[in-house]
């Protein structure tokens, strides 16, 4: 803090004289005791005699101006300010009161003026000085200042400053943040931008600081915002990653535990059959909504089926973990989330990198499995001499440089579609994927995990009914792939289709995507007929 005079700054430099004049200042016209200075201060002076003579130096000494005079009354102090004296910290919280009250009644207040007010709360409190008054300042001091970035990103929001606004808001939860009020009014400024992914990102770092740190769930306003979020739809916009952004019904995202782990999922559709989505990769479920060629999956299932999809250990937003996630880990993550989602018995559709958990689940549960479709996907990812269709060492290499060096250009998501290449909306979406969907290490012990994974020897353990989708041309996963699983896994169907996307995402693929689902809903018919 400091003591303005007339414009010239009091050196007071004694440590008991600083408390006096500091405490004394901020209490006003309240007198300080003897004793409570002579503690405060006790590592610098030990007796109130010593105090007394400290003070009475410092005074002395003062001559920049006229000075300030503490008073001794007994057994208290009182400090007399100069007339024209200022306090900065009384100067701040008059402003946040002015700006509080034009906010209540839409007036005006000063830009410069709420910026002296955030400047002064943003100084540090005695460096170095230590002890339970200053420590309680403190903590008065940075209440103020949460109230002034409040206000101060209310009269951003107002103004039309959304970014500005976003960006004190921000500060609010880096200051408070267990303050649910400062998530809700970050969430309402993402969706006045019109960033609902944003949005949800808010809400989802709220419930996990909120879980993490107090072992409580948001509170209903928090709930309902968010729910408010998922059924709101974006503007399209040229910076929009896609235009049709609402579920097929408001179901927010919930969490299971496996463990320690959480494992985030969500359930939709009206259908009479349940049907497990794995999806490949590390793409989020909240993501799938944002682009129309990805969502498209998700809308066809819900037609005919009561769909579950969940973001796998690692990705999205369910939980890291330390060190690479085992098989039998992911596994169990998806007896977790059916019982979570009160699944007795569902179809799985397991896409890429999803068959090898999916297969290990349908040999270790299958009375929880009425069927199996393995889209893209494979036994071992790793090629060898006795599996020839796996990815070449040099072929891994790449992508692990990339993951190390690149992450959050895209280009992993964007290979899985090379009819998408030229779509600027879907290199936008990609490069989102990647950034949402895992951090750099994540992905990284993904990978690892992938090139362990290894499930040929259980395909003749296989004893529910399996149908194997693969495009002949599949720029990510050879076709040998897809044969091999189709001819071990006993009495599988196969299907293959024309085309080169890994997964079909762009308009001139859309035949290709039809194909596809049309051969899923088919099967799921078929499995729902027995």
């Not at 408390?19 to 109130?48: D, E, G, K, Q, Y």
């Not at 002395?60 to 910290?89: F, H, N, W």
């Not at 989020?284 to 037609?303: K, N, T």
Request: proline share 6%; charged share 25%.
């Amino acid at each position: 803090m400091v003591i303005v005079a007339c414009g010239a700054v009091l050196p007071i430099r004694c440590a008991a004289a600083r408390f006096v004049a500091r405490r004394s200042a901020l209490r006003r016209p309240n007198p300080i005791s003897l004793a409570a200075s002579s503690a405060a201060t006790s590592s610098f002076v030990p007796t109130p005699s010593r105090c007394r003579s400290k003070l009475r130096t410092l005074l002395d000494s003062l001559d920049d101006g006229e000075p300030a005079t503490i008073r001794s009354l007994g057994s208290a102090y009182e400090l007399e300010l100069p007339d024209g004296t200022e306090v900065d910290l009384h100067r701040a919280e008059s402003i946040v009161l002015l700006m509080e009250g034009g906010i209540r009644t839409d007036g005006e207040v000063p830009s410069d003026s709420m910026n002296v007010a955030l400047e002064i709360l943003a100084r540090p409190f005695l460096p170095g000085e230590s002890g339970a008054w200053v420590e309680a300042v403190r903590l008065d001091i940075r209440a103020l200042d949460v109230r002034a970035l409040e206000g101060a990103a209310e009269i951003g929001a107002r103004a039309g400053n959304t970014a500005s606004a976003v960006e004190l808001a921000r500060e609010v939860i880096e200051l408070e943040p267990f303050r649910e009020s400062g998530y809700r009014r970050l969430m309402r400024l993402h969706l006045e931008a019109g960033d609902r992914a944003e949005a949800v990102r808010t809400y989802e770092q709220c419930r996990r600081v909120l879980a993490e740190e107090l072992g409580v769930d948001p509170a209903p306003e928090t709930n309902d915002l968010y729910v408010s979020a998922l059924r709101r739809e974006q503007p399209t916009t040229p910076n929009a990653a896609g235009s049709e952004l609402e579920p097929p019904d408001t179901t927010p995202t919930h969490y299971t535990r496996n463990g320690d782990v959480h494992i985030a999922y969500q359930v939709f559709g009206k259908g009479l059959i349940d049907v497990l989505v794995i999806g490949g990769w590390v793409y989020p479920m909240e993501e799938i909504w944002v682009y129309e060629p990805a969502a498209l999956l998700f809308r066809r299932l819900s037609d005919v089926a009561r769909v579950i999809v969940f973001d796998k250990r690692g990705t999205g937003l369910s939980d890291r973990t330390a060190g690479l996630p085992i098989l039998e880990e992911r596994m169990n993550d998806i007896h977790a989330v059916l019982r979570a989602a009160r699944s007795q018995r569902c179809v799985i559709l397991a896409i890429s990198e999803g068959g090898p958990m999916s297969i290990q689940f349908a040999v270790e549960h299958p009375h929880r499995v009425g069927g199996l479709i393995l889209y893209g996907s494979y036994a071992r990812i790793g090629r060898s001499d006795d599996h020839p269709w796996g990815l070449s060492q040099e072929e891994t290499d790449r992508l692990m440089r990339y993951i190390e060096s690149g992450w959050g250009a895209g280009a992993s998501v964007r290979g899985v579609s090379p009819s998408a290449a030229e779509d600027p909306m879907f290199h936008r979406w990609a490069a989102r994927v990647e950034r949402r969907g895992a951090s750099p290490g994540a992905a990284l012990d993904l990978m690892r995990t992938n090139l362990e994974d290894d499930v040929r020897s259980i395909l003749a353990s296989v004893r529910v009914p399996t149908m194997v989708i693969h495009q002949h041309d599949d720029s990510v996963i050879e076709v040998g792939q897809g044969r091999y699983l189709a001819d071990h896994i006993p009495d599988a169907k196969y299907v293959e289709l024309p085309g080169i996307d890994h997964w079909p995402l762009s308009d001139s693929a859309k035949p290709e995507l039809d194909a596809i689902l049309d051969a899923v809903e088919n099967f799921l018919a078929q499995v729902r007929g027995t």
